[in-house]
């Protein structure tokens, strides 16, 4: 006996079915932030810090941290650089404000902390090179570049997926088909660029690649805390 056919049936037609454009999106759930901020105008403030840092690391020795040879300095930055490291961190403290809030009442509400600040400079020469590592005790990091050979093939900072090797665990050769999501389970590279900021969570598990440059490579990399 042949069955009725259904309000869903009858409904069918015989054309495929297809999504609806109007209300499409893609959300980037549970998403890292990373801020690439270039600064207006950097050539003057990064002639006075290249200055002000290859004279220190002349004068004072550095410390053996994350950084495989290079030289690092204590995380004294700001007693020492005078006034073109004061204006740098002052703007990575507006930086930070920006992008910073609390909740309060499960609102979130825009306004950044009084921040407790700890920066340190960085001179990386051929084949120096940091490991893989993050940093405990604050919230915000970040890094800016004051020199960096643009004809050189390393020296890029290397940011490693949170998630592990969860995203490549069930099929290495499977990729999520979206912008940002190729490198899933796996690493991606910002090539350094004289100028730039850059802002990421201080549990983002990074490192640099050796340099390969016949210049110095020069950071201030800094951490932000309450």
Do not use: C
């Not at 609806?20 to 950097?42: C, H, K, N, Q, W």
């Not at 592990?164 to 660029?193: E, H, N, W």
């Amino acid at each position: 006996m042949t069955q009725p056919l259904s309000e869903f049936d009858e409904a069918l037609t015989p054309a495929p079915l297809s999504l609806e454009a109007d209300g499409f999106e893609v959300r980037g759930l549970f998403a890292t932030p990373f801020v690439y901020a270039p600064i207006s105008t950097p050539s003057p403030l990064n002639a006075a810090l290249t200055r002000i840092i290859l004279d220190r690391a002349d004068r004072v020795e550095g410390v053996a941290l994350s950084n495989v040879g290079g030289w690092q300095s204590a995380d004294d930055f700001g007693e020492w650089s005078g006034e073109p490291g004061r204006r740098l961190l002052d703007l990575a403290r507006k930086l930070a404000d920006g992008v910073t809030g609390t909740m309060q009442g499960g609102q979130f509400v825009r306004g950044a902390p009084e921040w407790k600040i700890n920066a340190w400079a960085n001179v990386n020469r051929a084949g120096d090179l940091n490991q893989a590592h993050h940093h405990p005790g604050a919230f915000w990091s970040g890094v800016y570049w004051v020199a960096a050979d643009p004809r050189a093939e390393g020296g890029q900072f290397e940011a490693y997926d949170p998630r592990g090797v969860m995203p490549t665990l069930y099929a290495p050769q499977l990729r999520f088909g979206l912008p940002g999501f190729l490198a899933a389970g796996g690493s991606d590279f910002i090539v350094p660029k004289a100028g730039v900021m850059v802002l990421f969570p201080a549990w983002l598990q990074h490192a640099v690649r050796a340099h390969t440059g016949a210049e110095p490579r020069i950071s201030v990399a800094f951490n932000l805390g309450v």
